[in-house]
């Protein structure tokens, strides 16, 4: 798992997202830009299937990462590539649970990650 501090995860709840803070760091995650900093940049709708979750955004200031998060059905975590979502073209990021009984569904989430 990775190291660091605070996690901000949004979970997938149908058509409707809800923030949850959990106690397990993930690494220095951002939810919107620093104060004074203009928020650009927009998030597609998650996608997933059976065994992965997938979360992708566009437009953000350069620097800025995405990281996806999801529940197995091993009851562990799987926790996609950090990926970088600066420019126009979306940036995605996957959680795998193949190996570990498949995608926990309602479980996915992601943070964005602003510059180090």
Excluded at 3 to 31: C, D, H, I, N, W
Excluded at 97 to 111: N, Q, R, S
Aim: charged share 10%; net charge positive.
């Amino acid at each position: 798992m990775p190291q660091g501090g605070a996690r901000t995860l949004v979970e997938e709840k149908g058509k409707s997202a809800a923030f949850t803070a959990l106690a397990a760091p993930m690494g220095t995650a951002q939810a919107l830009p620093a104060p004074g900093q203009a928020a650009a940049g927009s998030c597609a709708r998650p996608w997933h299937d059976g065994s992965t979750y997938g979360y992708g955004c566009t437009g953000y200031p350069a620097g800025y990462k995405v990281q996806a998060s999801a529940q197995c059905n091993n009851g562990g975590w799987a926790y996609g590539n950090k990926v970088s979502i600066s420019g126009s073209s979306y940036g995605w990021s996957y959680a795998y649970c193949a190996g570990k009984g498949g995608y926990k569904l309602g479980t996915g989430g992601y943070v964005i990650l602003g510059p180090a």
